[in-house]
């Protein structure tokens, strides 16, 4: 069963995103910052992490890393909307760091239902 | 102008020439520190806690950086806003001053220009993020329209207010189970009205 949990200190769109998993059969849960995604995917781990790259207390990146030491089997998603402030590459450097797909709002949340079951085991 | 004036015909005449914009600005005035020594002096009582030395830098400077900050933001009260802060993160964080970093005044100014900038792009990017996913909004918004009353409570209170199954419950006075059921049927006819939205079957 595909479990979803999405890491975005952004409230609307985490409510809406994980409104949208739930009306499409997908069991989602959802996290305001790294730390408590960390601390939700210990206690009920998912089998797809949606994460955003930027947030407060922990970030993206740092989240990214965290998750794939300890749960190298879950699929990471790293999206952002922002734009780089410099030519780094924030993408590519989550992708280094595990994230499996990446994606830059704003997409369709049907587009990112899709990759969901797409990755879904 | 006419002090500034003032101030170039008294280095014409062979005075000390003023070296820092603060020196030009507050040289008519007998309290403002006469050298960078005096201002890092005061940085300095800051950090070692006294509130006065706080008072009377800020009565020095806050002209400037509030200048400053409104001409980043154009908007007064976040100008007043932002001024406080800049003058509250050097309470707090006066210890770390090294006058080998630059003079006070362009340290203050440079944490005031930060500062400006990033709030004015998190307030751009709140705007960008609002304008986003609309259309799923939009659709969401009209198809809630068509639950049933106690399914759309049922789901707002799951989804919007992020309440858990037992809370809603006792808030609605219902029991879990009931809760459950109303959240899965809506979810149910949520799927099929967007894809109805959708123009699939």
Redesign the interface.
């Known amino acids: 069963m595909t479990r979803v949990l999405v890491i975005d200190d952004?409230d609307?769109?985490r409510?809406?995103a994980?409104?949208?998993f739930?009306?499409?059969?997908i069991e989602a849960e959802?996290a305001a910052n790294g730390a408590q995604g960390l601390e939700l995917q210990r206690a009920r781990p998912a089998t797809v992490i949606v994460t955003d790259i930027f947030m407060p207390e922990k970030e993206g990146i740092e989240t990214i890393q965290d998750l794939r030491r300890e749960f190298p089997e879950t699929k990471i998603i790293a999206m952002t909307?922002?734009e780089a402030l410099t030519d780094y590459d924030v993408f590519q450097v989550a992708r280094e760091v595990g994230a499996i797909k990446t994606l830059k709002?704003?997409f369709?949340?049907?587009d990112l239902v899709a990759v969901v079951k797409e990755l879904s085991p | 102008m006419g002090a500034l004036q003032e101030n170039l015909g008294a280095n014409q005449a062979g005075e000390s020439r003023p070296r820092t914009l603060g020196e030009v600005l507050y040289a008519t005035a007998s309290s403002a520190p006469a050298s960078e020594q005096e201002w890092f002096g005061l940085v300095r009582a800051i950090a070692a806690g006294d509130q006065v030395a706080l008072q009377a830098l800020y009565e020095r400077s806050h002209r400037l950086v509030f200048t400053l900050l409104m001409r980043l933001t154009g908007r007064r009260e976040m100008a007043e806003e932002l001024t406080l802060e800049v003058f509250h993160d050097l309470w707090r964080r006066a210890y770390r001053y090294d006058p080998g970093e630059g003079t006070v005044i362009a340290r203050l100014m440079n944490q005031a220009r930060s500062r400006a900038l990033a709030r004015l792009r998190s307030e751009q990017?709140k705007k960008?993020?609002?304008a986003?996913?609309e259309?799923?909004?939009q659709a969401?918004r009209t198809a809630l329209d068509a639950l049933a009353p106690e399914e759309r409570q049922a789901?707002e209170a799951a989804?919007?207010s992020?309440l858990s199954h037992a809370e809603i419950a006792l808030r609605l006075n219902q029991s879990v189970e009931t809760i459950g059921a109303r959240i899965g049927s809506g979810?149910h006819k949520?799927?099929q009205a967007?894809a109805e939205g959708?123009g699939k079957p």
């Open positions: 952004n609307d769109f409510k809406l994980l409104l949208w739930q009306i499409h059969g959802g909307g922002r709002k704003p369709k949340l049907d | 990017r960008d993020e609002k986003e996913f259309d799923e909004r969401l789901i989804f919007f992020e979810l949520l799927r967007l959708r």
